[in-house]
Nanobody, 128 residues
Framework: QVQLVESGGGLVQAGGSLRLSCAAS????????MGWFRQAPGKEREFVAA????????YYSDSVKGRFIISRDNAKNTAYLQMNSLKPEDTAVYYC?????????????????????WGQGTQVTVSS
């Protein structure tokens, strides 16, 4: 079992940066693929980024590619999402998720239904 807690959200001006953290419990964190998703009011949950259990494979949505960086530190049981050059359309609640069995390919890691565990979410608001 894994429990996830996101932090680092807040209010930032367009063009600014934020770093989200996802702290995980459980001894098996290093065996889980990790993903970041976001959901704006009235919209469906959207894939943002994902990273394999070893950190060797990463994926990004087209909307954030080149601006966001996903990483993990298995020794600290923590995953991160560095968000740069933020835009107002990035405003959403951001969720981290963990999956113990997802194949490390884009078609699997980009699907919310593939993930076993979810955090509570953290609000990111980008002002113009």
């Amino acid at each position: 079992q894994v429990q996830l807690v996101e932090s680092g959200g807040g209010l930032v001006q367009a063009g600014g940066s934020l770093r989200l953290s996802c702290a995980a419990s459980g001894r098996a964190f290093s065996t889980y693929a990790m993903g970041w998703f976001r959901q704006a009011p009235g919209k469906e949950r959207e894939f943002v980024a994902a990273i394999s259990w070893s950190g060797g494979t990463t994926y990004y949505s087209d909307s954030v590619k080149g601006r966001f960086i996903i990483s993990r530190d298995n020794a600290k049981n923590t995953a991160y999402l560095q968000m740069n050059s933020l835009k107002p359309e990035d405003t959403a609640v951001y969720y981290c998720a963990a999956d113990r069995r997802t194949l490390p390919v884009y078609s699997s890691m980009s699907r919310p239904g593939e993930y076993d565990y979810w955090g509570q979410g953290t609000q990111v608001t980008v002002s113009s």
